[in-house]
């Protein structure tokens, strides 16, 4: 397998957010930072408000920094729009299957030593192993 683009520093940066993050949300608002529980949410719960400025961050932060040339990231022009529906259709349908999200379960969950999202993460890693090993996508 080969790494393309390794960048540890910003990788570890970018980790160092995302943690920074999701303990902010649980230690200030009591809140897992699962993503798919957040926008679940965004229709049935009383409190749209910091949902929705959750998940507007989630969009505005990359659109800048992409805009502004600060980063790239790999191109899905190559693939037909019809096989990224389809990866994001079985993405979806995973998450409720798992009941929740990498963010929930791999950093939040396994932060707090969750065994349910302990297991979740590895069938997670399983599952995109196992992806990129039959798509011939591994190098």
Request: net charge positive; with cysteine.
């Amino acid at each position: 397998m080969t790494i393309v683009n390794f960048t540890p520093l910003s990788a570890l940066g970018g980790g160092l957010l995302i943690g920074s993050a999701a303990l902010i949300l649980l230690l200030v608002g009591g809140r897992i930072a699962g993503i798919s529980g957040i926008v679940a949410g965004i229709g049935s719960q009383s409190d749209k408000g910091w949902r929705l400025a959750f998940v507007a961050g989630l969009v505005a932060v990359p659109m800048l920094i992409f805009g502004l040339d600060l980063a790239e990231a790999y191109s899905l022009q190559e693939y037909s729009p019809w096989r990224l529906l389809l990866a994001g259709l079985l993405v979806g349908i995973g998450t409720r299957l798992g009941n929740g999200c990498t963010s929930g379960h791999g950093i939040c969950g396994m932060g707090r030593l969750s065994p349910r999202s302990i297991i979740a993460t590895l069938m997670f890693m399983a599952a995109g192993i196992a992806t990129v090993t039959l798509q011939g996508l591994g190098g």
